[in-house]
Nanobody, 125 residues
Framework: QVQLTETGGGRMQPGGSLRLSCAAS????????MAWFRQYPGKEREFVAA????????TYADSVKGRFTISGDSTENTVSLQMNSLKFEDTAVYYC??????????????????WGPGTQVTVRG
């Protein structure tokens, strides 16, 4: 089993920045891809960004491209999400996810094997 622990989050004004971090523990040798998803109340969890340890491949949802940056350390099995130019619509619970293999696409939540408990990000004036 792999356990994921998120830190960071909180409250910020529009235009500000926040940084989320996630650390994997347990059988981390099984982790080859990590990602961030977010969920609005009453909505499905949606993809934000992902990183693959092989080659450091990254991909982003269009809604955050140019504002958010995902980075990670494959030796430490940690991933971070730097969120700049925050908007009201970035308010959500953010979840860290990890996968052994990605078959159909990084943005598909069913591809991920392990999830963190989530951390709240609130953007308000």
């Amino acid at each position: 089993q792999v356990q994921l622990t998120e830190t960071g989050g909180g409250r910020m004004q529009p235009g500000g920045s926040l940084r989320l971090s996630c650390a994997a523990s347990g059988r981390t040798g099984s982790v080859h891809h990590m990602a961030w998803f977010r969920q609005y109340p009453g909505k499905e969890r949606e993809f934000v960004a992902a990183i693959g340890w092989s080659g450091g491949f990254t991909t982003y949802a269009d809604s955050v491209k140019g504002r958010f940056t995902i980075s990670g350390d494959s030796t430490e099995n940690t991933v971070s999400l730097q969120m700049n130019s925050l908007k009201f619509e970035d308010t959500a619970v953010y979840y860290c996810a990890a996968a052994n293999y990605i078959f159909s696409g990084y943005s598909i939540k069913g591809e991920y094997d392990w999830w963190g408990p989530g951390t709240q990000v609130t953007v308000r004036g």
